[in-house]
């Protein structure tokens, strides 16, 4: 790949997830749960935690918050509104990149390549979370579902980010931890892949999959692969 990256101009742009392929965060999320029930004074983090795994609401709906509230018998809006408060600050302030992501972000600008992140995250999310992570600042477009108009895998999301970097599918790398969600949608357009292994909280839906791929077990592997 770095022969190909650097040496014969195959690619000009790649596409990256941005939850647990740039950033940590089932880690971020499991912190916020736990200063949650820390709060609460009860309750299990781990079992607040899975709430948010189940699939009544979306991955960061309040709802599962709520929920969990209701079923350990706390009652109550005040109770409520400041869990989902805490439940946010927190999992911000927790938001790190992982291990030679920004190396990785640095030196492929310094090669000219465009960047951009395509996620299921909201635009405000999104915004906040690459800046608490300090890496905002090297990517072109942050293509999300209020932008697009829909979420992984439709290839919506990733058409949009294509056009706005003004980049050709075959010229394109895209890195994401989820098969269903990022590989098997990028690969289907042509675009490069590489699974981001090191973040994938979904091994049976990797298992279940035949999809070709490049593969990394760890985030620091990431700037061997693409700069060498």
Not at 8 to 26: H, K, R, S, Y
Not at 198 to 216: I, N, Q
């Amino acid at each position: 790949m770095q022969d190909f990256l650097l040496h014969d101009g195959l690619f000009d742009a790649v596409l990256f997830d941005l939850d647990n392929t740039l950033v940590d965060f089932i880690s971020a999320k499991k912190k916020a749960c736990a200063s949650v029930i820390e709060e609460l004074g009860c309750g299990n983090p781990d079992e607040l935690f899975s709430y948010f795994l189940r699939k009544r609401y979306g991955f960061e709906d309040y709802g599962n918050i709520f929920d969990y509230l209701s079923d350990i018998g706390i009652q109550g809006s005040a109770t409520y509104l400041e869990s989902c408060t805490i439940y946010e600050n927190e999992k911000l302030l927790n938001i790190h990149p992982y291990q030679g992501i920004e190396e990785m972000l640095s030196g492929l600008r310094s090669k000219g390549m465009r960047l951009g992140v395509v996620t299921d995250a909201d635009s405000d999310h999104a915004e906040k979370r690459l800046k608490k992570a300090d890496l905002f600042q090297y990517f072109d477009i942050i293509m999300t579902p209020d932008i697009s108009g829909s979420r992984k895998p439709n290839p919506d999301s990733f058409l949009m980010a294509l056009d706005s970097v003004r980049a050709d599918p075959v010229h394109t790398i895209h890195v994401g931890d989820s098969i269903r969600r990022d590989i098997e949608p990028a690969n289907r357009l042509g675009i490069c892949t590489i699974h981001a292994a090191y973040g994938d909280w979904h091994p049976d839906e990797t298992k279940e999959s035949s999809v070709r791929t490049l593969r990394v077990d760890r985030s620091e592997d990431l700037l061997r692969l693409m700069l060498g």
